[in-house]
């Protein structure tokens, strides 16, 4: 597994496993995916269909693959298997689909800041509660490749880590959304000479943080984020400051989207680092594509939205510096009915660092 044996004894191997454990399998491409070798990993669920036939959960992990390694008609054929599975079991669940895609059409026309049909969901103090500890105990016990929250969390830092590096004036990093700030806990432990922030609406989520972690130099707030801006000043004049963000703008409306980085170019925020969810729209069959499509925002799930990340930079005056896909491995756990599950197999996370123009 560390790209030193032979493909051949590789082949051999994955062969035989197919035979012996479908679900050993699903380990050893999360860890091909872990070490960037996705045509591994696609051997590896071929082998697994080979023993119990095509099911959903190779189908979308397929998908996802075959889109991180820019094959995107391959990755849309494969989806294109998948809805068809999930359709004949649940023929209802593109409804659910149509009720969010209206909604995203409506917010577009009204220039809407959030979603509108289920905004019920935070509102809810238990769940906030119970969520909030179910990610506590993921980041306190999971792997990068075991956890759907911690392989996302994971990119992002990774993110985060290469722009520490290229830039030692960086004096704040802005969590934009963090929920469960365990990942700004442990950054601030290891960069103490950084100030994090932890920044999210939720109220009940950051009085849980603030109780659970504690550091010099770590902040934990909500309240509202213009004023928050204004208010955002690193020791020095001379140092910089990210606004970084993972799994949150997928929960905005486009124009929320636009707000944030908006306010951030004219706050002279220096870097933008972002990972968030690209995937198939259920009802179009296809994934959205920067550049491609024409809209710039497009609804995967009853809650989440691919945005046009490129786009929305440029506009805001940041230029990209780099942006790399990878497969999820996991199934990605969030509140969304059972029969639209399985269409989240199949997103991609796309991490992007981007700067401000000169
Ligand atoms: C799916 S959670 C992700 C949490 C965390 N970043 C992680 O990856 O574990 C999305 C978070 O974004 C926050 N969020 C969404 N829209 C927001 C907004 N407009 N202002 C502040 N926080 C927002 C939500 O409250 C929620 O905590």
């Known amino acids: 597994m560390d790209g030193r044996n032979d493909p051949q004894e590789d082949q051999s191997h994955l062969d035989q496993l197919s035979l012996f454990s479908p679900e050993m ?4 491409a999360r860890r091909f995916i872990a070490a960037g070798r996705y045509s591994d990993a696609l051997k590896c669920y071929d082998g697994i269909d080979k023993k119990i036939g095509a099911n959903i959960l190779t189908l979308g992990k397929r998908a996802s693959v075959l889109f991180a390694m820019g094959q ?17 079991e649940s023929p209802n669940a593109l409804a659910m689909y149509e009720v ?14 959030e979603t ?17 500890r179910h990610y506590y105990l993921s980041f306190k016990n999971s792997g990068r490749y075991t956890n759907v929250g911690c392989q996302i969390n994971g990119a992002l830092i990774e993110g ?5 590096k290229e830039d030692s004036s960086l004096g704040i990093v802005f969590n ?7 990942p700004d806990y442990n950054l601030s432990k290891e960069f103490p000479d950084t100030q994090w922030v932890g920044y999210d609406r939720e109220t009940l989520a950051i009085e849980m943080n603030r109780k659970a972690f504690q550091a010099d130099n770590l902040l934990y707030i909500d309240g509202d984020f213009h004023r928050l801006m204004a208010r955002l000043k690193p020791k020095r004049p001379e140092q910089s400051v990210m606004l970084c963000h993972v799994r949150s703008f997928t929960e905005m409306m486009p124009k929320k989207f636009q ?6 170019r004219e706050r002279g925020i220096k870097w933008l680092v972002g990972t968030e969810l690209i995937g198939p729209n259920p009802i179009s069959g296809r994934y959205f594509q920067s550049g491609v499509d024409d809209k710039r925002s497009d609804i995967i799930s009853n809650q989440t939205t691919s945005h046009d990340y490129e786009y929305f930079l440029d506009q805001a005056g940041y230029a990209l510096v780099n942006q790399t896909d990878e497969p999820i491995v996991s199934y990605h756990a969030v509140p969304v009915a059972f029969p639209l599950m399985p269409f989240l197999y199949s997103v991609v996370f796309r991490t992007y660092r981007a700067r401000l123009k000169a």
Do not use: P
């Open 160 to 164: 985060i880590k290469t722009t520490l």
């Open 116 to 132: 509108n049909h289920n905004e019920s969901y935070w509102d809810d103090k238990e769940k906030i509660e119970s969520t909030w």
């Open 100 to 113: 969010a895609e209206n909604d995203l059409s409506i917010a577009l026309q009204n220039d809407r800041l």
């Open 259 to 264: 707000d944030v980085y908006q306010t951030a």
């Open 25 to 28: 399998m699903d380990v050893l």
């Open 72 to 88: 995107a008609d391959e990755a849309n054929a494969a989806f294109a298997e998948l809805k068809m599975k999930i359709l004949k």
């Open 176 to 182: 934009f959304g963090t929920f469960c700030g365990f």
